[in-house]
């Protein structure tokens, strides 16, 4: 028997970015592929996310950054929940990043980067292949 619980994931708005449109419609978007989202909302503190992400059990937690700040908030986010034993939890990043920093990000811990720009549908294929979701209905 097999378990058909939706993959959950955590969507985040670290730090003092008040704009949260992208990271609805990202939200809404995993929602609809098949995920169980949970949406922190704006201003959210790297602790609070983390305690969050170990409190939902969740397989992923999605960083959306505009301020420019994503480098220092990604690397924070990827050592707290290294710190408490949850290394294993994915970190991607997306919104307002220059292709120079994608490869900073990475080396910092997070397992993917998406950038404005990024198609949904490719979006929702990483995190698939992330978290070893399957497609809904598959």
Known sequence: MSDTSP??????????????????????????????????????????????????????????????????????????????????IKVVVGGTIPQGDVPKLLEAGAAAVFPTGTGLDTLVDEVRKLTGATAAGD
């Open 7 to 88: 993959v959950r994931v955590l969507v985040a708005k670290p730090g003092l970015d008040g704009h949260d449109r992208g990271a609805k419609i990202v939200a809404r978007t995993l929602r609809d592929a098949g995920f169980e989202v949970i949406y922190t909302g704006i201003r959210q503190r790297i602790e609070d996310i983390v305690s969050i992400a170990l409190q939902e059990d969740v397989a992923l937690v999605g960083l959306s950054i505009l301020s420019g700040a994503h480098i220092p908030l990604t690397t924070r986010t990827v050592e707290a929940l290294r710190a408490a034993d949850a290394g294993d």
